[in-house]
């Protein structure tokens, strides 16, 4: 199914990308409420130790297998490979609420549920991230990514309250039925959504000054799409892995983004998730220093992404993203270093109208740049770069809290994020890349 609009019409206006919208506001929403009555139900029925075991199991086989989940969106394409994966997660929901109304849950149970969904998730995450390329027109990326920032935004702050009310007032079969509905009418909303056709491969929509940034790598070739009824083997999908990690590495443009994503948020990541409250705590701030804090990191990220939303993506992209990571250095250190929780709040506003101008244009770029036939590989490697290192970024800050003092992961990542922008200026790709070669 193909859309007939016209590319110049700015994607907030566009009937089919706002359904798309809608089937992902509510997919994401019934991600939080299952992830929080997954917790929930895990305190309920095991130890501390093993609650935590249940909670992490999906991410093993969610990271294991992202990049083979981005080969099966490249192969089936990414609305049929996000729909396929969403109208699973609504099975497996509807399977644990049936169990549930005839016996009590089981660790076991958890761990297997957890892991399911965490095996489906490795293909919807990749899918449901390159459906921007074949809804819209390479120069209403940036404006698409900015508007699922603020979808992902919102369903953050209506989760929480709504699986604690579910949690509190029904049964778990009815959380988990809940769950089933919202994929359900997402999966409607998904199947109702029209895609563009795809372009050629060897025509690519970001350009840069004097370089030719969409260049194939040596000895790439388009792929050859499999037949709609042919199911790939296992060594079919190690072959296209491969082959997409190979295109990244060669990719002028896409290599250094991705690469810049996973540093500076080593830096960034473990201060916020798991410095603030140590630093709230240490600052007499208290539990709503810590609220005020990253509401306003939110607030400010989604009114960034808002006006982006809005106005589209700057001219000069890659430069506009880069000149925000030293801003949101600052303010990084900023939160250390301010004498009282006011202070905090506004560095806090600044860091995330860092972030929320950086995560749209550079997600936007990341897509742009992509060829059609690697588009799924690449946003799974795009997405392992943004989560990938957090692990190793929240026991970094631990241990560094434990040898030092609050403030410490705060000034070292502001330090170190402002070090990566201005080194990443050095990078021509990045620093001249613009945002479509059709409006230059």
Known sequence: MTATASPTRAAYRDLN????????????????????????????????????????????????????????????????????????????????????????????????????????????????????AVLVAPDELTRVTAMRQVVHRATAVAGAPLAGWLIATTSLSVVYLVCAGLFAVSVAALTATRTRPRPSPTTGPVATEDVGQHERPAGHEPEAASPTGARPTARQLVDDVTAGLRYVRGHQLLLPLLVLTAVAELGFAGAINVGLPLLADASGWGPQGVGWTLGAWGAAAALASVVLTLTGSPRRAGLAGLCCLPVMGLALAGIA???????????????????????????????????????????????????????????ATGVLVDLTTPATPFLLGGAFVTATGLAALGSRAIRTARRDAATT
Do not use: K
């Open 337 to 395: 270093l301010a004498p009282d929780l006011e202070t905090a709040v506004v560095a806090a506003a600044f860091l995330g109208l860092g972030s929320g101008i950086i995560a749209p244009v550079f997600g936007g770029l990341t897509l742009a740049a992509a060829d059609p036939d690697q588009v799924g590989r690449v946003m799974s490697v795009a997405s392992l770069a943004s989560l990938g290192g957090a692990p190793l970024a929240y026991a």
């Open 17 to 132: 990308v706002l359904r798309w919208m809608a089937g992902l506001f509510l997919s994401l929403l019934g991600d939080q409420v299952f992830f929080i009555a997954l917790a929930w139900t895990a305190t309920q029925v095991a130890s501390p130790a093993v609650a935590g075991l249940v909670v992490a199991a999906g991410a093993v086989p969610r990271a294991a297998l992202m990049l083979g989940g981005g080969a099966l969106a490249d192969r089936a394409g990414p609305r049929r490979a996000a729909l396929v994966s969403d109208a699973a997660r609504t099975a497996v929901m509807l399977a644990v609420a049936a169990l549930l109304l005839l016996e009590q849950p089981s660790a076991a149970v958890l761990i297997t549920l957890a892991v399911a969904f965490g095996i489906v998730d490795a293909v919807f995450i990749p899918a449901v991230g390159a459906m921007p």
